[in-house]
């Protein structure tokens, strides 16, 4: 199975801070790479698609970056809304591994 | 509007069985991969278990495969989950899932149901 590693698990981050996340592949998925958002108690909710792509109706300020074994999500502007925690997938392969989660939090 | 309605979930002791379903609307049913994901209490997320959109192949992760039986119906539009000797690290929040860009990509998800196993 390929790996998914996230760094850091947990980020202190004010409102307005530009806040990054790392997710590595423990081998190439090319740009088959996902990000989703999760608040507690909720259902995932699907930011980037394809490293890179949009979700639709994901506010701009969401990015996401990479390819092959590295990728970052970016916030350019934290929210109070985007307190949450963040989980990268792959599914370049048939069987579909997401990684351990990032858990953004107030400062 | 798309929407993913999960039930069936409840408490199980270890070794019984329990069967999920989703019912789905708002789509093209049969043209989707379908997929279950589920979240241990207090754990990320982890991928179980998808069907093509014709039913003509289904993968599972390996800690259900000779366990699980994921199934569909494109005349009712629901996605089944049979799940059996169950563990008690089965345990967690089970959410039915629709492809989007692709089968791996997860664009709607259901609220979940809970599965407990315990005795």
């Known amino acids: ?9 947990t980020l202190s981050a004010s409102v307005g801070d530009r806040v990054t996340i790392t997710c590595r592949a423990s081998q190439s998925v090319d740009i088959w790479l996902a990000w989703y958002q999760q608040m507690p108690g909720k259902a ?20 996401g970056s990479g390819s092959g074994t590295e990728f970052t999500l970016t916030i350019s502007s934290l929210q109070p809304d985007d307190f949450a925690t ?17 858990k953004v939090e107030i400062k | 509007e798309v929407q993913l309605l999960e039930s ?10 329990l069967r999920l379903s989703c019912a789905a609307s708002g789509f093209t049913f049969r043209d989707e991969a379908m997929s279950w ?21 289904t993968y599972y992760t390996d800690s259900v495969k000779g366990r699980f039986t994921t199934s569909r119906d494109n005349t009712k539009n629901t996605l089944d ?27 709607h998800w ?4 809970l599965v407990t196993v315990s005795s």
């Open chain 1, 44 to 63: 995932p909710n699907l930011l980037i698609y394809r490293a890179s792509h949009l979700a639709s109706g994901v506010p701009s300020r969401f990015s």
């Open chain 2, 110 to 113: 259901g609220q979940g149901t």
């Open chain 1, 86 to 102: 963040y989980y990268c997938q792959q599914y370049l392969s048939n069987w579909y591994t997401f990684g351990q989660g990032t």
């Open chain 1, 1 to 9: 199975d390929i790996q998914m590693t996230q760094s850091p698990s």
């Open chain 2, 8 to 17: 069936g979930g409840g408490l199980v002791q270890p070794g019984g069985s």
């Open chain 2, 81 to 107: 989950l049979q799940m059996s000797s169950l563990r008690a690290e089965d345990t967690a929040v089970y959410y039915c899932v629709k492809g989007g860009d692709g089968p791996g990509v997860f664009d």
């Open chain 2, 37 to 57: 994901v589920r979240q241990a209490p207090g754990k990320g997320l982890e991928w179980v278990s998808r069907v093509s959109g014709s039913s003509s192949y």
